[in-house]
C-alpha cells in the first residue's frame, strides 16, 4: 500500500471535526507551499518574462488592472 492510499484510508476515518482541523491545516499548508515555490521562481528569475510581456500588454492597452 502506497504512502498516499494509507493517508486517503486515515482522512476517510476522520469524524466530521477533525475533518474540518485537517482540511483547514491542509489548505494552510498548500497554501504556504505554492508561496514558497512562487518566491523560488521569482529570485530564480522564472517569472522575468512573463512579467515583462504583461507589463508590455498593460501599457499598449491589451490588459486593463482590475
Known amino acids: 500500500m502506497t504512502t498516499i492510499q494509507l493517508l486517503e484510508r486515515q482522512v ?3 469524524d466530521r471535526n477533525h475533518l474540518t ?3 483547514n ?3 494552510k ?3 504556504d507551499v505554492w508561496d514558497l515555490q512562487i518566491e523560488r521562481d ?7 518574462k512573463i512579467a515583462k510581456q504583461a ?3 498593460f501599457h499598449s492597452g491589451k490588459a486593463k488592472e482590475f
Do not use: C, N, Q, T
Request: hydrophobic share 50%; net charge positive.
Open 21 to 23: 482541523v485537517f482540511r
Open 29 to 31: 499548508y498548500d497554501s
Open 55 to 57: 507589463i508590455a500588454a
Open 42 to 48: 521569482i529570485h530564480a528569475g522564472k517569472l522575468e
Open 12 to 14: 476517510k476515518k476522520l
Open 25 to 27: 491545516w491542509f489548505r
